[in-house]
């Protein structure tokens, strides 16, 4: 079964708008990843927040970290036509040392 | 330098037929995931090995479901015999740490199996 659970499912916003997408996990973590996917492409790492950090930054990349109640967000600021794509969270649960537990995905359009 | 490559990209075949997967990780990379993903259940973690060593297999669907990695630069996924519900898009990736830190991606191959 799935562990992050991504929200929302789908999100279409403007050129130069902010684009937000909520994780939501069940089980302790060692760290919460995001990654994209372009379509008919291989999944990209964009950033890695630890669980003992609260917030962490990667060009127009903004991500949060709340393990009190298993949620992470990630905001993208200023989009782009390119940042169009499928948006994953990935968790590293504490109960392994290298299983990556991946979420069904938002997919985010950015209209030009 | 490049990243993980994967073959074939795409592969069409008729129930039954053997189907081979192939990657070739990140060089220097000692970890080495395959994944499917498919609608329905997103992406799933099938095997994982480290140091060329198969660690988790619990992810395999079932006994046609095999993996091996005879070196540290090249794994194979096969399936045999395959049935129309194995179509998906096959991902391989690696890490450098072994751990659940940032995997590399290969770009995936989709099968269809008629």
Known sequence: SQQGEEDPQALSIQEGENATMNCSYKTSINNLQWYRQNSGRGLVHLILIRSNEREKHSGRLRVTLDTSKKSSSLLITASRAADTASYFCATGPMDSSYKLIFGSGTRLLVRP | DAGVIQSPRHEVT?????????????????SLFWYRQTMMRGLELLIYFNNNVPIDDSGMPEDRFSAKMPNASFST???????PRDSAVYFCASTASGGAETQYFGPGTRLLVL
Request: net charge neutral; aromatic share 0%; charged share 25%.
């Open chain 2, 77 to 83: 996924l096969k399936i045999q015999p395959s049935e």
């Open chain 2, 14 to 30: 008729e129930m039954g037929q053997e189907v081979t997967l192939r990657c070739k990780p990140i060089s220097g990379h000692n």
